[in-house]
Each structure stands twice: as C-alpha cells, then as structure tokens.
C-alpha cells in the first residue's frame, strides 16, 4: 500500500485506515467524508479545513516538554513562549488558538501596528505580549497605551534608534513604561531557506559595540529596571540544531556580561522561532533532524551551563515558534477537475481504412501488448509518437493521424503501466519520470501554497480516498491559473503516485497538509482567485461538527476589493444587455438575472457528480 510518507509528516494528526485517511482523534473521521459533506451543503472549489485539536497538541506539547526539560535539570528559570501573529493572523485561527493556551499564558509576538492591536485586543494581561520588527513614534505609543492597559508587553529594539524613541515617549508619558527587549546580532547564523534572519549580516539586531551603547544610554536615562530581555531569532524551519546551540551559547554569554555589568532586571533570553516541521514524504530526505525534546533540553543545558560558568541566576527561557504550533492545524482540499490524458480513450481513436504503417504499428503494439513485452512495447511506442510527429511537421501525415497516434501512445502507455504495476522495474522508474499524467487541481498554487511558488517549498499532498487500491500514474500536478509556474512538477525524490481516475463516475480530492503557518496571509491573488472556504472542524466523541464556514469570495465581493464598483459593473452589463440586438426584450430579464447569479458565486471551477 502508498502510504504518502505519511508515518514521516504525520505525527500520528492523521492516519490511513483501509480506503481513507482519517484524523487520528476521537471518533477519526475520514476528511474524505466530512469534504463530502461541506459540499452537499452547497460548497464548491477547494476548500481549507482547520482542526483546533491540533492547534492545542502542538501548544501543550511545547509546554509539557519545556517543563520536563526544566524539571529533568533542576532548572531555575521559567518558560514562557507567545505566538509570532505573522504566522496566522486570521480570526477562526487565532481565537481557537488563544483558548488552547490559555492555560499556560502563552502570549502573542506582533511585528507590525495592525498585529500589535490584534494583541492588544485579544489577549489577557497575565499572557505575555513581545514586539518586534521596525517601530516608530506612534507604534512604541501604542505600546505604553498597551502597558497602561495592564499588559505584560515587551519592546523589543532592533537598533539605537528605537530606544531613543522609546526614552523620548517616556519623558511624555511616564509610567507605566513598558519592559525593554534588545535584539542582538549574532555572528552564528540559522540553516534552511529562510536563514537571512540570523547572522553579523541580518538586517535586525544590535551589534555588540551597539548593545553597550544602548546599555549607557538606558542608565542615563532611569530606564535600566526595564530593561528585562534579549532576543535573537536564527530564521524559519531550523534544520539542525547545532546552529541554535552555537547562537545559545553567544547569546548566554552576553545575558551573563550584560547581567555583570548591572542590568540587574535582565531575566529572560527569548530564542524568537524557527522550531521546524517536517514536510518531507520521503525518509530519505528528512527537512528537521532533530526533536522538539532535543530542543528543549538542549537549549535548557546550555543556558544552564553558561549561568553555572559565570555565576549568575538561569535566565527565563522565552520562545517565539510559530510554524510549529500552527503548520499542522490546517489541511487544503482540492478537487482533482481532469485528468490530461482522459480524453486519449479507443472510442476517440479515428482509424482510416488505411493509415501510415508507423499508426498500423502502434495500433499493433496497442493490441499485443502484455507482461512479457510491455517495457519493450512502451520504449516501441515513444519511439514511434516522436517519428510520427516528426512526419506530421514535415506534411508527411495530417492531423487525424496524428491524434490516433497520440491516442494510441497513451493507450499503450496506460495498459504498460498497468501490467507493470506489480514489478518495480528500474527502467518503469525512469520512464515514470517521462511519462506523468497530467492533473489539473480545482485550486491555485499562488493562492494557497504560495511557499512552493516562492520559495520551491513542497508540502505532504495526498488522496483523501482510494487508499486501499495501488496508485498507477507518475503524477504532475497543475493548478487553474494561467501560468505556467502554477504547476507542482514530478520529483523522482518525491515521486508522487496517484490513481487512474474517471471523474465522471467520483469524486477525487487531493489532501496538501501542514499548510497553516504562513501559507493564508501569503496568499496571492493572482487571477483574482481568492481565499477558498474555511471550515473549522471541530471533532467530537461520536462525529465532528462544522463551525465558521468562511464561504470564498463571490466574484462581486474580489472585484470590489480590487476597487471596482459592483453596483458600476451592474449597471453596465444590464445596459448592454438593453442595447444587444441578440435578445429580445422578453430575455433580458433571464439573461441578466442569470449573469447576477453567477456574481454572486465564487470563482473556482464548479465540479459536479
Ligand atoms: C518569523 C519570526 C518568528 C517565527 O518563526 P517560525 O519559524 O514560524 O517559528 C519568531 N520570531 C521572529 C522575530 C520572527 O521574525
């Protein structure tokens, strides 16, 4: 049986039983049903599905193997760690998320004003809030209104300049200030795609000539008590952990000396995010080589080390991971519309009285291919389509005989594969890497998996059914969108196999997991194909129940986000309906109430059954 990798990514979220993948809670139902389900009630398109349960494991497991990591050591300081807003802004995200941690006072990170007054406004004062990111007058204001408000909110500075800011509202507005967080530039830098935040060269972060600046300049100015946290960040999907271990150790020593050198409230080392996921479907080639135990315990015995050598009290360990507590949670469903080689069936072959002798062959290797021949037959029959295209250029054959061959390469191709199947013939392998079926997914790569697009990351992707039957096609997947990056190629490390399939007869989903960190916000609206519908799942002890179906932009509502006027639009097409000398004055009222139908509806392809 395919199982997709599944035992790699999944991390027992989700689990194939016989024919489905199910999630792996409660009474496990199969995403394959509840999509089923959605759609009935009138959905259409792809559709994101969020699972809170899984919001709560990824937090309860951060916490749960931070304090036995503390507890293992004897360690001193606290654990404390926020939620980085950049990661899911989103409201059926971010509320759910904030009753699962709850319990443990996790907190929010906002880099921005608008994420900033998302925090303000959603989180209780006992959670901590940190902001980073580049800050301005109104921005540092905005954050001693929050500490007036009563939240445990720390600033942190990304250069000289902030703090100067930071001292001048404070001679404005006096207390209560807000806790001050400096970040440092480290000579130690991240691994992976996003390694940029890290590093002597990272666009953050104060030099360690700059870090005794700042130390002066609080002193100075009284403010020194506030002065209660360092921050570094090594970047996104850490791959190893020797890079966070090389940062720990630089950053521990300058807690320590900072600590000496009087900043007698600094108490916390906030380690920012980076915790990775892993995404890979083949073992081969893990992403993330390491555990969140490893980690946590790693991270805890190296501080401790540092603050034993230098003889200071264990800093609180404060951590900003997003990806991890988020990626799992939300799953994208994307109907599968057509297969590209479904149209190459016999019933469309157009066979003359007398064809070229090279279409006679084919039609020959169709008839007589079988175990023995078919890796020879299907090397015969490629052979054969490229002369035969070769004879089409060059006037020899005309356009019927050239589809026949066509058909008929793909006739062969398909019944080789088949009898093939059951043989994991090298050769198979290579021609797979040639020969994929083309399918075309209801969904767009730009709209939601914008990180494939941009950054070649690849996520899990899988059928939700058929589970039980072997996979036959060498697979590229191709979105809606015109563009011809839009499509996720085959990828013999990741080679992904998927089932012959007759659209007309079922239903066909594919499953692209761990898209919810990152993936929505990014989201582009490339072709105007917007957010699709959200739905949260909630699971229960006998089913599960849909909450907050987000329905997907009708095409009124994205071309009026675009600044167009829907009611302009209207008016215009019911004028030109008036002047159209195709319809008669009884159609107009039909025809334009049609049109208005159909604005209102979202803009992916319709599949029906
Ligand atoms: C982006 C970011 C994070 C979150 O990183 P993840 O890889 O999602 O854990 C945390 N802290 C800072 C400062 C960031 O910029």
């Known amino acids: 049986m395919q199982r997709y990798g599944i035992d790699i990514w999944g991390e027992d979220d989700f689990v194939i039983d016989r024919d489905k993948v199910r999630v792996n809670h409660l009474s496990s139902p199969a995403l394959y049903d509840i999509v089923e389900d959605i759609r009935a009630q009138g959905t259409k398109g792809p559709l994101l599905l ?85 800050k301005d007058r109104e921005m540092i204001e905005l954050g001693f209104l929050s500490a007036k408000m009563g939240h445990d909110i720390t600033l942190t500075i990304e250069g000289i300049n902030e703090l100067e800011s930071i001292i001048e509202v404070a001679k404005e507005m006096g207390a209560p200030i807000p806790k001050i967080g400096i970040r440092i530039k480290l000579h130690s830098t991240g691994s992976g795609l996003w390694q940029k935040s890290g590093g002597i060269n990272s666009k953050f972060g104060l030099t360690s000539t700059e870090l005794l600046e700042a130390m002066e300049l609080l002193k100075a100015n009284s403010l020194l008590d506030r002065f209660t ?132 062959e084919l039609h020959e290797l169709y008839t007589y291919i079988n175990q023995d021949n078919a890796l020879e037959y299907l090397h015969d029959s490629i052979d054969h389509l490229n002369s035969l295209l070769t004879l089409f ?55 939601s998996i914008p990180d ?23 697979a590229s997947l191709w979105d809606i969108t015109c563009d011809s990056d839009g499509e996720i190629d085959f990828d013999s490390r990741n080679p992904l196999f998927l089932h012959s399939v007759n659209l007309d007869e079922e239903d066909y989903f594919l499953g692209f997991f761990k898209v919810g960190a990152y993936q929505e916000v990014l989201g582009m609206k490339h072709n105007l194909f917007t957010r699709p519908t959200v739905a949260t799942i909630e ?42 000398s195709h319809i008669s004055p009884l159609e107009r009222d039909t025809v334009y109430a049609r049109i208005a139908t159909i604005l209102e509806e979202n803009g992916y392809l319709k599949t029906f059954n």
């Open 452 to 474: 494939f697009w941009g950054l070649a990351q690849r996520f899990p992707v899988m059928p939700l059914a058929k589970l039980d039957t072997k996979p036959t096609r060498s």
């Open 539 to 580: 699971i229960t002890d006998t089913g599960y129940d849909i909450h907050e179906l987000v329905k997907s932009d009708s095409l009124m509502e994205i071309l009026e986000d675009l600044n167009y006027n829907p009611l302009k639009i209207k008016e215009k097409i019911l004028a030109n309906i008036q002047q159209s």
């Open 229 to 360: 946290m360092i921050h570094f960040h090594i970047g996104s999907q850490m791959t190893q952990i020797s890079n966070l271990k090389k940062a720990l150790r630089e950053a521990g020593n300058i807690y320590a000396d900072l600590l000496k050198m009087g900043a007698s409230s600094l108490q916390s080392i906030n380690l920012g995010g980076g915790l990775g996921i892993e995404y890979t479907q083949n073992e081969a080639y893990p992403e993330v080589t390491y555990s969140l135990k490893e980690y946590a315990s790693d991270t805890t015995f190296v501080l401790q080390g540092i603050a034993r050598a230098k003889n200071v009290k264990e800093p609180n360990i404060l951590i900003e991971s997003g990806r991890f507590i988020a990626a799992s949670h939300a799953v994208l469903v994307a109907p599968v519309f057509e297969l590209f080689s479904e149209e190459y069936s016999e019933k469309a072959l157009r066979l003359k009285s007398e064809n070229p002798p090279l279409i006679e």
């Open 50 to 134: 969020r699972f809170p349960h899984l919001i709560q494991k990824q937090i309860d497991a951060v916490f749960h193997t931070f304090h036995d990591a503390f507890s293992e050591l004897d360690y001193k300081g606290r654990f404390q760690a926020v939620f980085p807003l950049k990661v899911n802004q989103f409201p059926d995200y971010l509320n759910p998320m904030i009753e699962a941690g709850k319990a443990y006072g996790y907190g929010l990170e906002a880099g921005s004003k608008a994420e900033l007054v998302i925090a303000m406004s959603h989180i209780s004062p006992n959670a901590p809030i940190t902001v980073n990111g580049f």
């Open 393 to 447: 250029d060059l006037g020899y054959i005309d356009l019927i005989d050239r589809s026949n061959s066509e058909i008929l390469t793909h006739l062969i191709i398909r019944k080789a594969i088949l009898l093939l199947h059951d043989k994991p013939v090298r050769e198979l392998r290579q021609i797979q890497d040639k020969i994929q079926e083309k399918y075309l997914i209801n969904f767009s790569i730009f709209q």
